[in-house]
């Protein structure tokens, strides 16, 4: 049996992060990943995430996003890859929206600067956003977009770099308690360490279902539009990353062009506004006409232009908690098995942190940041 000090399942944006950030403290590291990362199967693809700070979904992420902004640039250091994109950030919607007030609430609570704009405004700065004339919007400058594929690969190289032992195209069967340790079984082999940080990703339902967490799998659906005016005025340099709050529960997002002047612009629903709920081997990968339908009624309404030429689509998966916060920390009955799952469809931006964070729980038993609102024993409430 091959001993270790930590064992990684699950090699995505979170779980890449982990192993990087374990191995970088001199620990005996190995990852299991069942397929050869970065790949298409869960939810770290689609090549961009947003990032921001002015974070609408709770004031208390603000300082966990400050920390992992440092560690996306001390990752582009250590591997030389451009990962974070910091283009600006334009959060529109009712002045009492969760997206415009929740934003407000988080810049004015930790001093983030910011603008508040109204619709004439926005109209005048990004002339191809229509929003209505109540609509106002937000604009953080230091918001912008970290590129997925990228980021994982960069995890993966500087874990490598830092000593760890990462197995692709390996899955893992099963795992237990071993003494204060753990085993883990895989296709090919069992494993023993003294800590397993479980990162499943769309797969926490069936990996996690002894802890009775209410996590749901949704289709996710990202759509690539041609502007109708071409992709000229819409790169980053000109263009910020979008959110827009059509009414309670319909959030639409956006990037500029990103991929010359056929590339298109990637588009989504935050949350489909029919929610379909699945598992990684039931969901629905290809691209159906309803799901293009939906994002070009909503593209009409606030960004005509770019209710153009559809280009292409890809689908991934949020995992949802009932209160759509992280789940981070020790397994109840099992110390030595650290969780985290539930990201919510917002999570990747604050894959180096959640990597430190927990680093930081397997080698100590608690982390240097705040993460209680994240407890797995917590009361789940939608």
């Known amino acids: 049996m091959s001993s270790f000090d930590h064992i990684v399942l699950g090699l995505g944006g979170m779980g890449s992060a982990a192993a990087h950030h374990l191995a970088a403290r001199g620990h005996r590291v190995l990852g ?9 199967r869960g939810s770290s693809h689609g090549e961009t995430r947003v990032v921001r700070q002015a974070y609408f979904e709770h004031p208390a992420y603000v300082p966990l996003l400050r920390r992992a902004y440092q560690l996306w640039r001390d990752l582009e250091g250590i591997t030389g890859t451009p990962l974070l994109h910091l283009c600006g950030g334009l959060m529109m919607g009712a002045a009492d929206s969760a997206v415009v007030a929740g934003s407000l609430r988080s810049a004015l609570e930790h001093g983030l600067p910011h603008e508040l704009l109204d619709a004439a405004e926005i109209r005048r700065r990004w002339p191809a956003f229509r929003p ?25 190289t500087a874990a490598e770099q830092a000593g760890a032992s990462l197995h692709y195209n390996e899955p ?36 996690l279902r002894d802890l009775g967490i209410p996590i749901s799998v949704e289709r996710q659906v990202l759509l690539w539009f041609q502007p ?5 005025n819409y790169g980053p340099e000109h263009f910020p990353i979008y959110i827009w709050q059509e009414r309670p529960g319909v959030e639409s997002y956006g990037f500029p062009a990103l991929n010359g002047p056929e590339g298109g612009m990637k588009v989504a629903f935050f949350h489909s506004p029919v929610r379909e709920i699945v ?7 290809t691209i159906r006409q309803d799901d293009i339908t939906a994002l070009r009624a909503t593209l009409r309404r606030f960004f005509p232009n770019l209710d153009g030429t559809f280009l292409r689509g890809s689908v991934c998966m949020y995992s949802m908690t009932p209160d759509q916060h992280f789940v981070i920390g020790p397994h109840p009955r099992h110390p030595q098995v650290i969780v985290a799952a539930g990201f919510s469809g917002h999570g990747f931006k604050f ?6 964070i927990l680093a930081d729980l397997a080698c100590d038993g608690r982390s240097r940041h705040e993460i209680a609102m994240f407890d797995p024993r917590r009361t789940f409430a939608g």
């Open 32 to 40: 299991l990943e069942q397929f050869s990362p970065p790949h298409d």
């Open 132 to 156: 209505d004339d109540e609509a106002v919007g937000l604009f953080e400058k230091s918001a912008g977009f970290v590129c997925c594929e990228d980021a994982v690969r960069a995890h993966l």
């Open 172 to 207: 893992v069967l099963s795992w237990k308690p071993d003494g204060d340790g753990v085993a883990v079984t895989t296709a090919q082999n069992t494993y023993h360490a003294a800590r397993l940080v479980i990162t499943p990703g769309p797969w926490a339902p069936a990996v």
């Open 228 to 232: 109708r005016d071409g992709t000229r």
């Open 279 to 285: 598992t990684p081997e039931t969901v629905d990968r």
């Open 351 to 356: 894959c180096p942190v959640i990597g430190e």
